[in-house]
């Protein structure tokens, strides 16, 4: 479990420092800090996800909470304004924080009561529930919730306005629209009453914001109401705001509910030899969401990362063994590899489906190699041949359009087999930091991972034409011919590979992660000696206790800290920077040269130890590239989860 004593909870500096999320499995969230103050312009009860995944939209900021107990007032709130005041008197009585599976859970002493406060959401639903219990006490105790309210894209700021919220008195509570069009606002209770208003509570500072270098760190919000009532010692009181007229009420049956789930996941991972550590599988399902797609109205995909990124072909592709073979969920696997199969276009698969507009935006020359090899570690997985045998035609679809040339010059070289892609002002490979016209690691050419992932595709669809009887010759000539080719990476002088050959400079001799992959994947196009070289130098030279640095210290453009305005953080972003996924392909580059995974699960212990820091119960985005290596970006990605739970299985003793 999860927790905290004192010793975080009443330090405003250090709870306020970590973050808790709960999600809906649709693309909605709740997410804030320890210690209740809002922080980020994505903090919030209810953050409901209006076209699902997206459409993301912050309707409940948060509910202070004022507790009268024994003839005194206790005030359990927390914020910090515009003008540098901090009201933290809700951290006096903050006691413990722990995590019920994913449920932040707080309790409150004061005098001998004990109050406990459960925020969690439905699945399916953007509906949140906020519960509190009297743990204990010898007398009843009188509770009131301020909601604090808004209607805004979870991207942006509400600054005071002429809105004129509707707020109505209806069965068992309140229904608010802030505005005329905008999504109304269900605040019920079952057990407590309800009281409208309607006053603007202004300056809520949000220091997370400044710190990323935005221009908007001032926030307003809209109290529209009061929602409370009396417990008594072992009563309970819930509060639930929902997109829905007519949510469940009963707080204990929905929260029997939501631990069911969550236990039928630990347990279905637990039959896995051997299962990973049931936070992670709960950590890997907050970012499994519902995409439909043409034919396939149950179709799956995965948010990136927690709270501002979409879905994006590349990450998604990158963490699906880890977030549903490794978790023992190989049906959602099966959904997410049909579910992307519909957006296949010239044999590429999306960069990301934007916040706004339905036309997905197709910018990325890995990520179509990247479905290669999720479909082979889900085949090796199930032996599901129908699905192989359905999708088949679509990976050859694939090697045509790369073979003839698709969007943005991606295309494969006959004079060496190796694929080459890119235009100026494009940023194709994961490395994607773009600001305004710059792009900051253009990588135009033929990049070292992309061409180690175009060998293991053809690799793959030569083993899997064989496998179903079809011509596998094609695809085992130009596997041949791009492992021929491939043998130009190697820089003599240095001792690893080049990142990029034959761009418009020349060939980049810069020293970063990504031909770790030309060890890692599955079909290697090195040598032995080669690759237990890349594994010593990124080892030397990029390996953190988090992750690998984007760019060896020793770089001219080298970046130690991830920190600025947008421009300065985007311009570090590859430049240095630590990004946690990357271990998990180290991780396996280093089992497969050294054949230790004792060794080898040893570099992954840091960031288990992660789990209770920045993103509790999760794993950051990001870290700096110096010591001490402070995380940042998002505090809960996908991948970073994905690779910890892939690898911390693949080196399991025996």
Known sequence: ??????????????????????????????????????????????????????????????????????????????????????????????????????????????????????????????????????RRGSAPLELYAKALVDCRDHHQTTILNDWKPEIRPVANGLRVQVHEGAQPLYLLTARGQAWPDFTWYEDFYLSLEELRGQNDVVEDHIHVGVLGGTLRPGGSLTIVASTEPDPALDGERAYTERRRYERDLIARAARLSPPPPAQLVLAADQFIVQRAAPGEPDGCTVIAGYPWFSDWGRDTMISLSGLTLRTGRPEIAARILRTYAHFVD????????????????????????????????????????????????????????????????????????????????????????????????????????????????????????????????????????????????????????????????????????????????????????????IVDVCARHLLTSYGLRSLAPSHPNYKGQYRGD???????????????????????????????????????????????????????????????FEPNGCPAQAWSVAELIRAWQDTAPG
């Open 1 to 134: 479990m999860i927790e905290f004593g004192r010793e975080v909870c009443a330090h405003l500096p250090i709870a306020e420092r970590r973050e808790w999320l709960v999600t809906n499995g649709i693309g909605g969230y709740a997410m804030g800090t320890v210690a209740g103050l809002l922080t980020r312009r994505y903090h919030g009860l209810l953050v409901a996800a209006l076209q699902p995944p997206l459409g993301r939209t912050l309707l409940l900021a948060k509910l202070d909470e004022d507790a009268k107990y024994g003839g005194a007032q206790f005030s359990l709130a927390a914020n910090r304004w515009a003008d540098a005041t901090v009201e933290q008197e809700g951290l006096c009585y903050l006691e413990r924080f722990h995590l019920e599976g994913t449920t932040p859970v707080w309790s409150y002493a004061f005098g001998d009561a004990l109050l406990e406060k459960r925020v969690w959401m439905q699945q399916g639903a953007n509906t949140t529930y906020v519960r509190y219990d009297l």
């Open 346 to 533: 010239q044999g590429m698969l999306p960069n990301r489906f934007p916040d706004e507009g339905e036309q997905p935006e197709y910018n990325t020359v890995d990520a179509t190699l990247w479905y290669f090899e999720a479909l082979r570690a889900y085949h090796q997985a199930t032996g599901d041949d129908d699905l192989v045998r359905e999708l088949f035609p679509v990976l050859r679809e694939i090697v045509d359009w790369h073979e003839r040339g698709t969007r943005y010059n991606i295309h494969v070289d006959p004079a060496d087999g190796l694929l080459y892609a890119g235009e100026e002002g494009l940023q194709l490979t994961w490395m994607d930091a773009k600001i305004g016209g710059w792009v900051v690691t253009p990588r135009i050419g033929k990049p070292v991972e992309v061409n180690a992932l175009w060998y293991n595709a053809l690799c793959i669809m030569a083993a899997l034409a064989r496998h179903l009887g079809e011509d596998a010759a094609r695809f085992e000539r130009l596997a041949s011919s791009a492992r021929a080719g491939f043998a130009r990476f190697w820089n003599e002088a240095q001792g690893y590979c080049f990142d990029v050959l034959d761009g418009p400079e020349g060939d980049d001799a810069a020293l970063r992660p990504n031909q770790i992959l030309a060890v890692s994947l599955p079909h290697s196009p090195l040598e032995p000696a080669r690759q237990r070289a």
């Open 566 to 628: 947008v421009k300065e953080r985007d311009g570090a972003y590859h430049q240095g920077t630590v990004w946690g996924w990357l271990i998990g392909p180290f991780v396996s580059a280093h089992l497969r040269v050294y054949g230790d995974p004792e060794r080898a699960r040893s570099y992954l212990r840091p960031l288990l130890q992660h789990l209770v820091d920045h993103g509790v119960g999760s794993v950051s985005e990001i870290f700096d590239g110096d010591p001490p």
